[in-house]
């Protein structure tokens, strides 16, 4: 029996199990690179080079191992653009008694994949994707019995499932989580390690020439692309990070630094999310780091939890609910997303660093995706499908299943608790604790009121006082609705007027 395997550009992986029991006398590999794949969003140049250079690379790898692959590039002038166009043109040169697929990681993909076996008459297969450590029907069966989701609870049972950090039963170092030893800020004698970066090869250059060519506009820059493309890059990247950043991962995974993008971060999360290395491996070397004593409790732990379990719980999330997940906004914001997202130009430091290194790096880590580019938009009330589209373009580890989840639910609240207990905001005082980017801001975070004040302060208020219906009522935001009940009409008045005046100015 003859097949044809489609790979898709986020299934990078030779044991993927789409490619399992391929025969070379008789299979043939179908990849793609499709105009509206490169075109959903407005992707940032480095993302659309790491990924289509990536592909080729594993094409060829695919190659050198004698499996029969067809490729499409983007500027084949018969390309027709789609998926379902390019499987029909591969059709027509060959005659498989089937077509086999591993599942994919977006719900629109998914439809698009659903529709091929009656529209193309031919027996379509889906595989699942096994290289997450939880199914999705895994996690949907685990959501089913519980009234609130909570990533602790999920991770707690995939680390007794899988054993990772485990002995006899119980947790090592005596907790499951040891965040709070997680959230010190960056000392000034502490310098971040230098990070390996991957000078781009002729097949990289090729393809930035013709991003270049073909995006001109998309937001980014290319010169500063160091993102590994192969399997042995990955490999490279993840033991650099095991052995020289791990370490120091768990002290100073919450601390951002102004100049300084990648600080104690794996960067693994591009790689990962292509299929390059698994995060079982991840994982596993993590573990092994902690076992042999080079890496400390906090980091391992730390860092296995990014993975087994807040990268496993976002999967589940997106599956489990989606696409009516994506519909929700709680909050009923409606904000445009502001034009210094994209321009970075804003007299708020913080905001200008973080886009600043997402211009540079299509890479921002997590706190700075959480409490500062996310934490304005909660506070400004932008609407969540523009903040989504944005972090979704922006950023190079970003696809949707894990993407949507991450801001819809963690950053903006949108889903009104599903994901989080409550909403991630704060005011200044939280970044100038985490950062060294207040030094350097034209605005004063110590003051509260005022043009001189910075933003987030009025706007941290005027988001409580805007959202005191929804909100009041939730445990967690007790204590600053305790302090806003305490003050007369003529505060709030004030902070309404600064808020209101900040955010006019954004139009």
């Known amino acids: 029996m003859s097949t044809l395997r489609i790979i898709l550009g986020d299934q990078l992986t030779r044991s993927i199990s789409s490619l399992r029991d391929l025969d070379p006398t008789l299979d043939q590999v179908l990849m793609v690179e499709v105009r509206r794949e490169t075109t959903y ?82 027996p379509t297969g889906v595989r699942q994707d096994d290289r997450f450590y939880a199914t999705r029907a895994r996690f949907k069966e685990w959501a089913a019995e519980r009234r609130a989701l909570r990533m602790e609870y999920f991770y707690r049972d995939l680390r007794r499932e899988t054993g990772l950090l485990m002995k006899d039963g119980e947790p090592v170092g005596g907790k499951w989580n040891f ?34 060519k073909e995006y001109p506009d998309n937001f980014g820059e290319l010169e500063n692309f160091g993102w590994p493309v192969t399997r042995e890059q990955a490999l490279q990247l993840c033991d650099e990070f095991i052995e020289r950043v791990l370490p120091g991962f768990g002290d100073y995974q919450d601390a951002m630094k102004e100049g300084n993008a990648f600080l104690f971060h794996s960067l693994l999360s591009p790689a990962l999310n292509l299929g390059l290395i698994t995060a079982k491996e991840v994982c596993e070397r993590a573990e092994a780091a902690y076992l042999e ?10 860092f296995i939890r990014q993975i087994l379990g807040w990268r496993e719980y976002v999967r589940g999330v997106y599956w489990t609910y989606m696409p009516g997940y994506a519909d929700t906004n709680v909050l009923k914001a409606e904000r445009r997303i502001p034009w210094f997202y994209w321009s970075g130009e804003t007299d708020m430091n913080c905001m200008k660093c973080a886009i600043s290194d997402t211009r540079r790096f299509a890479y921002s880590h997590h706190i700075q995706r959480l409490m500062v580019t996310g934490n304005f938009a909660l506070l400004a009330g932008v609407h969540p499908r523009e903040i989504e589209e944005w972090y979704l373009a922006v950023y190079a580890d970003a696809f949707e299943w894990v993407e949507l989840p991450n801001t819809h639910g963690m950053a903006i609240f949108a889903d009104g608790g599903m994901l ?71 505060r709030r008045k004030t902070v309404r007027r600064d808020a209101a005046r900040f955010l006019d100015s954004l139009t």
């Not at 080079?294 to 732990?301: D, G, L, M, W, Y």
């Not at 409580?464 to 003529?490: I, Q, V």
């Open 420 to 490: 989080a207990s409550k909403p991630y905001a704060a005011s200044g005082a939280y970044i100038n604790r985490m950062s060294d980017y207040c030094r350097n801001c034209r605005y004063d975070v110590r003051q509260k009121e005022g043009e001189e004040a910075c933003p987030f302060n009025y706007l941290y208020w005027d988001f409580l006082m805007r959202n005191e219906e929804t909100l009041s009522d939730n445990p967690r935001m007790a204590f600053p609705y305790k302090t806003l009940s305490s003050w007369d009409d003529a």
């Open 293 to 302: 004593g080079s890496v400390p409790i906090n980091a391992a732990e730390g």
């Open 41 to 122: 969003v407005a992707h940032h140049k480095q993302k659309l080079v790491l990924v289509l250079s990536a592909m080729r690379h594993f094409a060829e790898e695919l190659r050198r191992e004698g499996i029969n692959v067809r490729y499409t590039r983007l500027d084949d002038p018969e390309n027709t653009g789609s998926f379902t166009g390019e499987l029909k043109r591969a059709l027509k040169g060959v005659s498989p008694d089937r077509i086999v697929v591993t599942e994919p990681g977006e719900w629109r993909v998914l439809e698009e994949i659903m529709t091929w076996s009656n529209e193309l008459a031919i």
């Open 179 to 212: 965040d709070p030893e997680n959230r010190k800020s960056l000392p000034k004698n502490v310098e971040p390690p230098t990070r390996c970066v991957f000078p781009p090869d002729e097949t990289t250059r090729e393809v930035m020439a013709l991003i270049e």
